[in-house]
């Protein structure tokens, strides 16, 4: 069964930098590019970073993407009370044949 | 401005059908590939159905095989999922997002909630 593994939750203290790790395997990560995604509570999703570390338009420099081998991360550098949001990797899996979600990471800023 | 809006969401019986319809505006709808993705109630985002720009290539997730279809009019910039024998596990928000190549989606809906329940 094809996974992608997140820690369910990641804390940190305004201006600290933080990380979030995805982890997958061969037929996901290993083989295709990840994105990630933002939700913000009681909103639809937003894509953050797309092709392992691309920023679309409009999404802060403080957002970045990085992959190795089968797992990938998203890190937020300078946190702010406005990025408390749950976040979500995803990466098109050759298995599944479609994209896979990881299961979600819900950020708080305390 | 690039606008995904979709609609028919409500509450059906189990084994009841139901068809949402996701219209697109502010982008040429029939250059780009689409997808549902759901979210039942407290939980994670999973991907449902994928179509190409011109309905050549269709993608289901195992969950909705064989019950749910995808579809496009590219004429009338719309996107649909009909589904039939509806479970309770089909409960959740639904998105129409807007594909991209390497498969990310780029532009989201705001949803419309299905609930299966008797």
């Known amino acids: 069964q094809s996974v992608l593994t997140q820690p369910p939750s990641a804390s940190g203290t305004p201006g600290q930098r933080v990380t979030i790790s995805c982890s997958g395997s061969s037929s996901n990560i290993g083989s295709n590019t990840v994105n990630w995604y933002q939700q913000l509570p009681g909103t639809a999703p937003k894509l953050l970073i797309y092709s392992n570390n691309q920023r679309p338009s409009g999404v802060p420099d403080r957002f970045s993407g990085s992959k190795s081998g089968t797992s990938a991360s998203l890190a937020i550098s300078g946190l702010q009370s406005e990025d408390e949001a749950d976040y979500y990797c995803a990466a098109w899996d050759d298995s599944l044949n479609g994209p896979l979600f990881g299961g979600g990471t819900k950020l708080t800023v305390l | 401005e690039v606008q995904l809006v979709e609609s028919g969401g409500g509450l059906v019986q189990p084994g009841g059908s139901l068809r949402l319809s996701c219209a697109a505006s502010g982008f040429t709808f029939s250059s780009y590939s689409m997808n549902w993705v759901r979210q039942a109630p407290g939980k994670g985002l999973e991907w449902v159905s994928y179509?190409?720009?011109?309905?050549?290539?269709?993608y289901y997730a195992d969950s909705v095989k064989g019950r749910f279809t995808i579809s496009r009019d590219n004429a009338k910039n719309s996107l649909y999922l009909q589904m039939n024998s509806l479970r309770a596990e089909d409960t959740a928000v639904y998105y129409c997002a807007r594909g991209r190549k390497n498969y990310y989606m780029d532009v989201w809906g705001k949803g419309t909630t299905v609930t299966v329940s008797s």
């Open positions: 179509i190409s720009s011109s309905s050549s290539t269709i």
